[in-house]
């Protein structure tokens, strides 16, 4: 009897603090809140007429690889970690977080370097379940440059430089990039500047000092085509009489007519020293 007295107490008591154990545990979990992320990616850039292109846009599609941080509002990070490894619901105490997701490299200029990324700033309270839902964009800005056929009549090449406040010198695109993809880093309303270097037929530099520079405001999710063509006037021989750059943001079309002096312009008659 006396043995089961005591396992019958042993048992009692057991339970007793299982029962208080999870009496707290409920209490601390009541004082909590949680949040679902619902995370998506949309790798179109805002501008129209945005071209499909070699580069395999397949990891930027799959959330799954993600970098997905949730921050306080001092701006601690309390977890980062890749979506597919993260549990999607969180449990968080009231205030106010901001969960943020990326993928790529966030590079100051490259060639097929898209950079993705997103955020969602949400206040949670006691007792909340909340699904943070948001996507990931393009965040920096992608240039395509072209020519027009009738440009190597004239001209056998146009370099172009670009330069933007990430970059100490300009990144330059010429004929040989006509089918790539440069991604610039942009964080607002940013300017972008252009410059402009030509060669004629025989390969021979012909721009003259300051030719052609130009000041553009790009923004995160820009797709600038830049087209260089001739400028042909309507006379009789069709004397060429400079280059149009056409600078295409999906959103305004601006065109930049350039004049060169008489003394720049291609001809098999006229010699340029360089």
């Given at each position: 009897?006396?043995?089961?007295?005591?396992?019958?107490?042993?048992?009692?008591?057991?339970?007793?603090?299982?029962?208080?154990?999870?009496?707290?545990?409920?209490?601390?979990?009541?004082?909590?809140?949680?949040?679902?992320i619902d995370l998506n990616s949309d790798v179109s850039y805002a501008s129209k007429g945005s071209k499909a292109r070699a580069m395999d846009l397949t990891p930027y599609k799959n959330v799954a690889n993600y970098t997905v941080e949730l921050k306080d509002a001092s701006g601690n990070v309390l977890q980062s970690k890749l979506y597919s490894e993260m549990?999607?619901?969180?449990?968080?105490?009231?205030?106010?977080y901001t969960v943020r997701a990326y993928y790529g490299e966030n590079v100051n200029a490259g060639y097929d370097k898209l950079y993705m990324e997103g955020a969602q700033t949400i206040t949670v309270v006691?007792?909340?379940?909340?699904?943070?839902?948001?996507?990931?964009?393009?965040?920096?800005?992608?240039?395509?440059?072209?020519?027009?056929?009738?440009?190597?009549?004239?001209?056998?090449?146009?370099?172009?430089?670009?330069?933007?406040?990430?970059?100490?010198?300009?990144?330059?695109?010429?004929?040989?990039?006509?089918?790539?993809?440069?991604?610039?880093?942009?964080?607002g309303n940013e300017n972008l500047s252009l410059t402009f270097a030509l060669k004629d037929k025989n390969g021979i530099t012909v721009t003259p000092a300051n030719f052609?520079?130009?000041?553009?405001?790009?923004?995160?999710?820009?797709?600038?085509?830049i087209t260089v063509k001739p400028k042909l006037i309507d006379i009789e021989g069709g004397k060429i009489s400079g280059i149009t750059v056409?600078?295409?943001?999906?959103?305004?079309?601006?065109n930049i007519d350039v004049t060169l002096p008489?003394?720049?312009?291609?001809?098999?008659?006229?010699?340029v020293n360089n």
């Open positions: 009897m006396k043995k089961s007295f005591i396992l019958c107490f042993t048992f009692f008591s057991s339970l007793f603090f299982i029962a208080c154990e999870s009496s707290e545990g409920n209490d601390a979990s009541a004082a909590k809140g949680k949040m679902m549990e999607l619901t969180q449990e968080v105490t009231p205030g106010t006691k007792g909340d379940n909340k699904t943070v839902s948001f996507a990931c964009t393009p965040a920096n800005v992608k240039v395509n440059l072209k020519y027009s056929d009738d440009f190597y009549t004239f001209y056998s090449d146009c370099t172009v430089g670009l330069k933007t406040q990430y970059l100490t010198e300009a990144f330059e695109m010429s004929q040989a990039d006509v089918d790539k993809d440069l991604f610039l880093k942009a964080v052609g520079a130009q000041t553009v405001t790009i923004k995160p999710r820009d797709f600038l085509t056409t600078i295409d943001n999906g959103v305004q079309e601006e008489d003394e720049f312009m291609p001809g098999e008659d006229i010699t």
